[in-house]
C-alpha cells in the first residue's frame, strides 16, 4: 500500500554527522498524516498533522517545499517560493503534535497537474559532550499534487526490453496530464511470473522511467511469447499486454 510505501528515511545529517566505530546514540522518531496533499482551484490550502512519538525527547523539524519534476527518468527538485509551508521551523515536545499547513500563493495556471515535494527534516540536536559516535537524522519527503480547473488523467504506455543477456527492463510513458503512481509489478508469460519490480516508482507527465526487473525462475532469454504486465496503480489496477524490443 502506499502508505506504507512512504516511510522515514534516515540518513546521516550533512555537515554534522560525526562518524567512528560507536553505535547510534540519537535516533528520532516522527510521523506526519495524511502522507500525500492534493490541492485544486477548490481547495487550495492543505493541513497535516507532525507528531513526536519519541517519550523522552523533544525534536526539531524543519519545512522545505521543492518543485517536483522528472528529467530522462530522473527526479529533479528546484525551489518553489510559490509553495507555502508553515510554520517553517517547529520543536514538539515528547508526545506533542503540531498541524502545519500547506498552499499555493497564486492558483496554477497550468492545463496539467503540477507537482511539489515537501520536505520534513529533523534538526539534530548539539552532540553531548565526549560524544563520539553518528547523529541520525530523520527526513520526510511527502508529495503534493495539485490539479487544474480541467480534468486530467494518466496515460500510460508499456514496453520491455533488454540488451544482451543483461536485466529485462520495464519502460513506462505518461502520455496523460496528471501522474502515476504503480507499485508491485509482475511480468506473466502465461501464467507464470517471469520478472517482478516489488517497489514503486512515480512517472510525471510526459516522462519516461525505466524499472530494471527482477527475473523469476522462468524469464525468457529470447524473443517470443506474450508478455502481460499485471500491477497496481493509484489510477486503477493495470493488467496490460506488453510490447517487447530485444537487442
Given amino acids: 500500500m502506499m502508505i506504507r510505501a512512504i516511510r522515514l528515511l534516515a540518513r546521516a545529517a550533512t555537515g554534522a554527522a560525526l562518524v567512528s566505530t560507536c ?56 525551489p518553489a517560493p510559490e509553495l507555502l509551508a508553515t510554520p517553517p521551523i517547529f520543536t514538539l515536545a515528547p508526545g506533542a503534535t503540531q498541524v502545519i499547513r500547506i498552499g499555493l500563493r497564486h492558483p496554477s495556471a497550468s492545463d496539467r497537474e503540477t507537482t ?34 480541467v480534468a486530467t488523467a494518466p496515460a500510460l504506455q508499456w514496453h520491455v526490453d533488454r540488451q544482451g543477456s543483461g536485466p529485462l527492463a520495464l519502460s513506462v510513458t505518461n502520455e496523460g496530464t496528471a501522474h502515476a503512481q504503480v507499485a508491485n509489478l509482475v511480468l506473466t508469460a502465461g501464467d507464470r511470473p517471469v520478472a517482478t519490480y516489488p517497489g514503486f516508482a512515480y512517472v510525471l507527465p510526459g516522462q519516461t522511467r525505466r524499472l530494471v526487473m527482477q527475473p523469476g525462475r522462468d524469464a525468457p532469454s529470447a524473443p517470443g511469447g506474450a508478455l502481460r504486465l499485471k ?8 493488467d496490460s499486454p506488453i510490447a517487447q524490443q530485444w537487442q
Fill in 23 to 78: 553505535a547510534i546514540s540519537h535516533a528520532a522518531n516522527f510521523t506526519v498524516t495524511p502522507v500525500r496533499v492534493e490541492l485544486s482551484p477548490s481547495q487550495t490550502s492543505s493541513a497535516l498533522t507532525v507528531k513526536n512519538e519519541m517519550t523522552d525527547e523533544p525534536v526539531v523539524v524543519e519545512l522545505n517545499t521543492v518543485a517536483w519534476s522528472q528529467k530522462d527518468g530522473e527526479d529533479v527538485y528546484t
Fill in 116 to 149: 511539489y515535494r515537501l520536505y520534513l527534516r529533523e534538526v539534530p540536536p548539539p552532540p553531548k559532550p565526549g560524544f563520539a559516535g553518528v547523529q541520525i537524522a530523520l527526513e520526510m519527503r511527502l508529495p503534493i499534487f495539485v490539479k487544474p480547473r
Fill in 231 to 238: 500491477a497496481y496503480s493509484d489510477a486503477g489496477d493495470i
